[in-house]
């Protein structure tokens, strides 16, 4: 069973850091990219940060310069180091995970909330 198990996600004051982390199980492909993605109360899901097989990677304008994301091809996880944490990055964080296959799957979400 192919699946994505994210963890890191909780309580923090403005200012303040988080680290998510978002393992991916379960399947017979290779991964291409990885991302995370967001979605607010009553906004669309946004792309965060995304980083490709070839460690290239693009970010949100909104998160440039205090966001890092980073993968571990050896545990199949992608991680994503936020710092400087505004009260607007509160949402649930989504993993985001393409294979060479071109199947896509989704993780269950993490809620961060960030306290102003």
């Known amino acids: 069973q192919v699946q994505l198990v994210e963890s890191g996600g909780g309580l923090v004051q403005a200012g303040g850091s988080l680290r998510l982390s978002c393992a991916a199980s379960?399947?017979?492909?290779?991964?291409?990219?990885m991302a995370w993605f967001r979605q607010a109360p009553g906004k669309p899901r946004e792309l965060v940060a995304r980083?490709?097989?070839?460690?290239?990677?693009n970010y949100a304008d909104s998160v440039e310069g205090r966001f890092t994301i980073s993968r571990d091809n050896a545990k199949n996880t992608v991680y994503l180091q936020m710092n400087s944490l505004k009260p607007e990055d509160t949402a649930v964080y989504y993993c985001?995970?393409?294979?060479?296959?071109?199947?896509?799957?989704w993780g269950q979400g993490t809620q961060v909330t960030v306290s102003s």
């Open positions: 980083v490709t097989s070839a460690d290239n990677t």
């Open positions: 985001h995970v393409r294979y060479s296959n071109g199947y896509i799957n």
């Open positions: 379960g399947s017979i492909f290779s991964i291409d990219a």
